[in-house]
């Protein structure tokens, strides 16, 4: 006997939502959900085999609850002299962000960010129980200090997300932004720099607020300009009484000893990674000039993704390009699509379907 989602007693606030979830199809070219379309370099991936191949051998322990290795090398990373009791990391950065809503938030509270935003806040939200209020951003997704302090203080919200740069616009977040709503509420402010990588070098990162605000936490991921989506691993810096709050809510040995070892690794050849971060960006940039050649409305990015208007039927357009063997996302923004910077192959030939596909 099978029965539907609707006859079990699932919570009455899961009723009638849907998962997260972007299409995923073996087209040739995949440019929909952000990844770094670049391979791991060889050399690179040799390492982190032999390091995973290590820790097999002690596989049957668990792995270091505290995963120090790992937080000793994120805090190298990020500089600004942190220190490991600074950091936190687990499967991905929505485990990370997830950590510091079952924190933060919950039952009987308020979790806000400016819309359009990264989908995963209000899914997340609503896993905990809380209730997400949407502010409002300006007409080219920018949000300033005045009218974000506005925003939040009229909202008394428990936690507040600021993604930085934001997704899925791309639009740069001044660190103006950050200093004003973190002073207009007593909640937890978290900004998410799952793309900072791809900002400009001279653009700082919101880790240089973390002095002297210990409800401030900024999240990174290695899924992008790491190229190590496949290995789900996120992190986050902020004061360690913050960091003790996740310890109390985060499973038994969260982070196998197989992610700390990749990741480890990883971090220990950050130059050779990075070194593509350029090439990304200089397809991003690529990008956007064909489209505004082509007539579209593109928006600033300071990530690894481009958003244009100037879509007669997004939908169309879409499956259009699909057709051709391209695959890019729908966001539901009207008029607009999303596609993702890839490898030099990727981007042309993107922009030749989407020339061939012309106006529709």
């Known amino acids: 006997m099978t029965v539907t989602?609707?006859?079990?007693?699932?919570?009455?606030?899961?009723?009638?939502?849907?998962?997260?979830?972007?299409?995923?199809?073996?087209?040739?070219?995949?440019?929909?959900?952000?990844?770094?379309?670049?391979?791991?370099?060889?050399?690179?991936?040799?390492?982190?085999?032999?390091?995973?191949?290590?820790?097999?051998?002690?596989?049957?322990?668990?792995?270091d609850r505290e995963f120090l290795s790992l937080r000793e090398g994120f805090a190298q990373y990020l500089g600004h002299g942190l220190e490991p009791a600074q950091i936190w990391a687990g499967n991905g950065s929505n485990e990370v962000l997830q950590h510091l809503l079952q924190a933060f938030a919950g039952p009987g509270r308020t979790v806000f960010g400016f819309e359009p935003t990264y989908s995963m806040y209000r899914l997340l939200t609503r896993g905990v129980g809380s209730q997400w209020i949407g502010g409002t951003r300006g007409h080219d997704y920018t949000v300033s200090a005045q009218d974000a302090a506005d925003q939040v203080a009229r909202a008394r919200p428990d936690v507040v997300f600021l993604c930085a740069p934001n997704n899925p616009t791309g639009t740069p977040l001044p660190l103006d932004v950050v200093e004003a709503v973190y002073d207009a509420t007593d909640g937890i402010v978290i900004v998410d720099e799952a793309y900072e990588e791809f900002a400009p070098r001279d653009a700082p990162s919101a880790v240089t607020l973390l002095g002297g605000r210990p409800r401030?936490?900024?999240?990174?991921?290695?899924?992008?300009?790491?190229?190590?989506?496949?290995?789900?691993?996120?992190?986050?810096?902020?004061?360690?009484?913050?960091?003790?709050?996740?310890?109390?809510?985060?499973?038994?040995?969260?982070?196998?000893?197989?992610?700390?070892?990749?990741?480890?690794?990883?971090?220990?050849?950050?130059?050779?990674?990075?070194?593509?971060?350029?090439?990304?960006?200089?397809?991003?940039?690529?990008?956007?000039?064909?489209?505004?050649?082509?007539?579209?409305?593109?928006?600033?990015?300071?990530?690894n993704f481009v958003l244009f208007g100037g879509v007669a039927d997004p939908a169309a357009t879409w499956q259009a390009l699909y057709d051709r063997g391209v695959l890019i996302r729908d966001i539901g923004i009207p008029g607009h699509l999303r596609v993702t910077a890839g490898t030099e192959d990727e981007t042309t030939a993107f922009l030749e379907a989407l020339a061939d596909v012309g106006s529709r």
């Open 5 to 63: 989602l609707d006859e079990l007693p699932i919570r009455d606030d899961l009723r009638g939502q849907t998962p997260y979830g972007a299409p995923q199809a073996p087209l040739p070219v995949a440019l929909n959900v952000n990844e770094n379309t670049h391979p791991v370099p060889t050399e690179v991936a040799d390492d982190i085999a032999d390091a995973i191949a290590q820790a097999l051998r002690g596989v049957n322990r668990y792995p």
């Open 216 to 303: 401030l936490a900024v999240s990174r991921t290695m899924s992008k300009a790491f190229a190590f989506a496949g290995a789900r691993v996120g992190y986050l810096a902020a004061d360690p009484a913050l960091i003790d709050a996740l310890r109390l809510v985060r499973l038994p040995y969260h982070l196998s000893a197989l992610t700390q070892a990749a990741a480890v690794a990883a971090l220990r050849h950050a130059d050779t990674m990075l070194k593509m971060v350029d090439e990304i960006v200089a397809q991003r940039d690529r990008m956007s000039a064909t489209l505004e050649a082509l007539g579209y409305q593109v928006h600033e990015s300071w990530t």
